[in-house]
């Protein structure tokens, strides 16, 4: 889901949510009035009284949005349907400023999914920021490790933020730099 909008919203209670680019944590007070500026990956950034604040996708309805669905696999999938569904995840993670996500943006350098001696599955991935400095950058850890542990037979995604090699605008899909006009 993706919107680059400007449609009006009031908090139907108190909700969590982070100040971008700072990546510090606010609760915003019910009865707050903005609007919606994107919607993607079933997270929503929001411009509330001159500041942009991404609220998660599980406190949705308090902007009167549905919360994502649950995830699903096939009885008895194997490592390779959990890969897919791991890539799948990582598509739905965007930083709030910048509408591509982490994959198509070259920001995701492995995912890998292996088995744990109780059965259930552990995901490691090694991703980078655009810029070192980035106030988000625990913000997208942290999204990209709860999106991943929303997988089923996925108990535990560990995150490691890695910036050997750097990230450079030649990493992006074709897509992305089309989108962004950094071809």
């Known amino acids: 889901m993706y919107s680059r909008s400007s449609e009006p919203v009031r908090l139907e209670r108190d909700c ?3 100040l971008v680019p700072q990546g510090e944590a606010v609760t915003l007070p019910a009865g707050s009035i903005g609007y919606i500026t994107q ?3 079933g997270s929503y950034t929001v411009f509330i009284e001159g500041n942009l604040f991404r609220i ?3 406190d949705a309805d308090a902007i009167g949005k549905e919360p994502p669905s649950p995830l699903s696999l096939p009885d008895g999938a194997d490592d390779e349907a959990v890969e897919v569904l791991v890539w799948k995840q990582l598509r739905t993670c965007f930083d709030p400023e910048i509408p591509i996500n982490v994959v198509d ?3 995701v350098y ?3 999914v292996s088995r744990r001696d109780d059965g259930n599955r552990f995901v490691e991935v090694k991703m980078t920021l655009t810029a070192p400095g980035c106030g988000m950058g625990d913000i997208l850890v942290d999204d990209v490790r709860s999106k991943l542990e929303m997988i089923p037979t996925v108990a535990e995604a560990d995150v ?4 050997d090699p750097p990230w450079n605008r030649n ?3 074709e897509a992305a730099r089309l989108e962004t006009g950094m071809l």
């Open 16 to 18: 969590a949510a982070v």
């Open 39 to 41: 919607a993607l990956g």
């Open 56 to 58: 998660a996708g599980h």
């Open 105 to 107: 943006l070259g920001l």
């Open 110 to 112: 492995e995912a890998n």
């Open 160 to 163: 490691e933020l890695v910036f």
């Open 171 to 173: 990493m992006m899909s």
